[in-house]
């Protein structure tokens, strides 16, 4: 019991120290230091903050349903990062990058850890709205915001540290930068198809509880509906 409170006490000052000090956690992962505490620290932060943003969400149809978004929001951001991974990783290693593959994969750790500390950070508006509307689609869309905000700047920090990353390998760092920001663009379709793959997370309030639904139409048709609904009562 104490081991595993030591444990994620040192987890949780890993994910500190780079919420601190980006440029000297990123200079580690640049100089190989530590690399796999810093991958399963990172991990374990990051589901268990997921994990929590889930619960609220999926509190709006009940406590089942929140049990259940607990555990695939942190399934969602690993599997798309496992899926994506190694096409970056091979790229990057054809196009001359000297980096591992545990330093590619703990850059990658850090900008997943800082979507969730960012989803975490509004986890009490979320729990707000949660409590004071019964709107579902306004709720829906509420959230589908934060996940644009956070994803957006856990991919702008990805980018920069990629950048960092590559500094020292001069030879083809321009087509991997080029690479990257198509890799970005095929990371956000991948997670968002994953997303709705794996839906529900927030459940419908006047419907009964659903492990997964079965696939039909598309999360951008989803959203546009959701816009109609909320615009078309007014």
């Known amino acids: 019991m104490i081991q595993r409170q030591f ?12 919420l601190r000090d980006r440029s000297a956690f990123l200079e580690e992962i640049r100089a190989g230091i530590k690399l796999e505490s810093k991958n399963t620290a990172l991990l374990l932060c990051s589901s268990i903050f997921f994990a929590i943003y889930g619960a609220i969400i999926g ?11 607990a555990v695939k929001l942190p399934a969602l951001y690993l599997i798309t990062l496992i ?14 990058s000297k980096k591992t593959f545990g330093q590619h ?16 950070s509004f986890a009490p508006i979320t729990l707000f709205f949660l409590i004071s509307t019964r709107s579902y689609q306004f709720y829906k869309l509420l959230n589908v915001v934060v996940f644009a905000i956070t994803g957006f700047i856990g991919i702008k920090f990805l980018y920069q540290g990629m950048g960092m990353l590559s500094k020292e390998d001069e030879e ?18 991948v997670g968002t198809q994953l997303a709705w793959t794996l839906r529900p997370f927030f459940g419908s309030p006047d419907s009964p509880f659903e492990l997964f639904r079965q696939m039909q139409g598309n999360f951008y048709l989803d959203i546009l509906r959701a816009f109609g609904e909320i615009f078309g009562n007014y």
């Open 59 to 69: 509190s709006f149809n009940g406590w089942m349903q929140a049990l259940s978004s």
């Open 172 to 189: 083809g760092q321009t087509t991997r930068m080029s690479i990257l920001r198509f890799w970005l663009i095929l990371y956000a379709f």
């Open 83 to 96: 899926i994506c991974f190694p096409t970056l990783y091979f790229f990057n290693i054809l196009f001359g």
């Open 105 to 120: 994969f703990a850059m990658l750790l850090t900008s997943v850890s800082v979507i969730s500390v960012l989803l975490f």
């Open 7 to 18: 444990q994620a006490t040192r987890s949780f000052n890993v994910l500190i120290g780079l």
